[in-house]
């Protein structure tokens, strides 16, 4: 995969490797159309880096970061189901449990390895997402987000064999969406913590700006947020999903999974723990990067690819009128920043950062925070750190964690 032109700022970290630098586009911020340029793909056989040791910040910094674990391999998410161990998937294909004991965080076991079903042959492909249901506990139930042999999504259900491990013959696939590039997969899976309904994340389908006009275009499922009702609704009938009878489109023009429309790729998002807002953080392409905060995404045109941030595409003026659903905050390309990373809002009680959105940029290791109630003006002072931060999760306790490409997961402190 050739590298994005916006993420030359790598050469000018000085890194050398050249699978860290290819490794910006799992994130999906390329914008031109792929070639094959060997210096610059990302291998599935790399090797994962050490831990890194974040940048040095005055003392107290609530946005400090702590190790939990490293020896991982291209880490893309962590989560939890709904007790203390935490999930993580590596883009290559399998899912981690890490666990405390005796009080040191390691790698329990491989829940489940799908490096056979997978293509991480592009750096924005591979195992993706994963989200657990309110009910896993008793039902056992969760599902998956894979870039297939063929180069499409593939959004999965799979079941627990037993607390370690899951069982690799149970999958049932709900949806493949054909990718007509190998950028902009989108991956990211959640449930709302309100209803049993699986929300799921797709890009525009790549190349760049998105020329197939597939995220204004509601009859197909790229650059969407979708929602569906995941359970088998017929046994072996020809059904593998449900629909929500209050999707927007449900007996109107469009796609009755999409609830949401307008996004280059929605590469990480979430739920407010506490109200059920929806945050995303939409990657950018010429100039900007994006987050999004609505109380229901039901309906909504975040815009792409008519406007960028605050600003129409591709011009760059500001928008003033006809905006469709503007962001609540936006920052430029500038001082080596290139692809959000969107995050989660603390609620832990007692943590220094409760009420405060996290979020961060890939490539410059950069985390902020701001308020909920944040809509618009300028961006904190961000924490510096020399992360590659492919995204945050949460674990039951609600602590906030940030996963670094490179091989490790960490905490934030004040979360």
């Not at 990718?179 to 190349?207: C, R, V």
């Not at 940029?361 to 944040?374: K, L, Q, S």
């Amino acid at each position: 995969m050739t590298l994005p032109r916006r993420a030359q700022p790598f050469g000018r970290r000085s890194l050398a490797s050249a699978w860290l630098a290819a490794s910006v586009a799992v994130l999906g911020m390329s914008l031109v159309a792929q070639s094959a340029d060997p210096a610059l793909t990302a291998s599935s056989a790399a090797t994962p880096a050490s831990a890194v040791q974040p940048a040095a910040q005055p003392a107290g910094n609530p946005l400090d970061v702590s190790l939990v674990v490293s020896g991982l391999t291209q880490p893309v998410f962590v989560t939890n189901a709904g007790d203390s161990r935490l999930f993580v998937i590596e883009r290559t294909g399998r899912i981690r449990i890490v666990r405390k004991e005796a009080g040191n965080w390691t790698i329990k076991s491989t829940f489940l390895n799908l490096a056979t079903k997978i293509t991480d042959a592009g750096s924005e492909q591979g195992l993706l997402g994963l989200a657990f249901p309110p009910d896993y506990a008793t039902s056992g139930r969760f599902y998956v987000n894979y870039t297939d042999r063929s180069g499409d999504t593939v959004v999965a259900e799979y079941r627990r064999m037993k607390a370690w491990k899951a069982d690799p013959n149970s999958e049932r696939v709900l949806l493949r969406i054909n990718q007509p590039f190998p950028n902009h997969n989108g991956g990211w899976l959640g449930f709302d913590g309100a209803t049993s309904w699986l929300y799921i994340a797709t890009g525009d389908g790549g190349s760049g700006g998105d020329p197939g006009n597939r995220a204004q275009n509601k009859n197909v499922l790229l650059g969407k947020i979708l929602r569906i009702k995941p359970r088998d609704p017929d046994g072996s009938g020809p059904k593998h999903y449900g629909i929500p009878s209050d999707n927007p489109f449900v007996g109107k023009y469009g796609r009755d999974e999409v609830l949401a429309f307008g996004l280059r790729n929605p590469w990480r998002n979430s739920f407010d723990p506490t109200t059920g807002d929806m945050w995303l953080g939409d990657v950018g392409q010429e100039s900007y990067e994006e987050i999004d905060h609505v109380s229901s995404a039901r309906g909504r045109n975040f815009g792409w690819n008519k406007v960028e941030g605050f600003h129409r595409y591709p011009s760059g003026d500001l928008c003033t009128s006809s905006c469709k659903t503007l962001p609540v905050a936006e920052y430029h390309h500038d001082s080596g920043r290139c692809s959000i990373t969107g995050g989660y809002v603390s609620r832990r009680d007692g943590a220094a950062l409760n009420g405060q959105y996290i979020f961060g940029d890939f490539c410059t290791g950069e985390i902020w925070h701001v308020p909920t109630t944040f809509d618009g003006g300028s961006l904190p002072t961000p924490r510096n750190t020399a992360l590659q931060l492919s995204s945050f999760g949460i674990g039951q306790d609600l602590s906030i964690y940030a996963a670094d490409l490179g091989g490790a997961i960490y905490r934030v402190d004040g979360t």
